[in-house]
């Protein structure tokens, strides 16, 4: 059994940056594929980004690339989400993912999720 914890949200403007960050906690975390997805009220929940827990690969929507940066620190069991040059359309809610089998974009691939942390950048 994995458990996940969100932190790190809050309300920015555009343009400002943020670090989220996923601690895990079961055996194993550390080898889990752990992803962000978000969603926006009235919207579909929608990946962000994912690393593997073993060569640490990573991929990220469209949307994202080259503003956010995922990351994985094993020793802590910590999987953070660097978002720079925030937008108002980054506004939502941030849910930590991990699968022990599956490195994908889609999120009934995953097991474990957490709670969620709000995002909300202002214009």
């Known amino acids: 059994q994995v458990q996940l914890v969100e932190s790190g949200g809050g309300l920015v403007q555009a343009g400002d940056s943020l670090r989220l960050s996923c601690a895990g906690s079961?055996?194993?975390?550390?080898?889990?594929?752990t992803a962000w997805f978000r969603q926006a009220p009235g919207k579909e929940r929608e990946f962000v980004a994912v690393i593997s827990g073993s060569d640490y690969s990573t991929l990220y929507a469209d949307s994202v690339k080259g503003r956010f940066t995922i990351s994985r620190d094993n020793a802590k069991t910590t999987v953070y989400l660097q978002m720079n040059s925030l937008k108002p359309e980054d506004t939502a809610v941030y849910y930590c993912?991990?699968?022990?089998?599956?490195?994908?974009?889609?999120?009934?691939?995953?097991?474990?999720w957490g709670q969620g942390t709000q995002v909300t950048v202002s214009s």
């Open positions: 993912t991990a699968s022990s089998a599956y490195y994908s974009v889609r999120g009934n691939s995953y097991d474990y």
């Open positions: 079961g055996r194993s975390f550390s080898t889990y594929v």
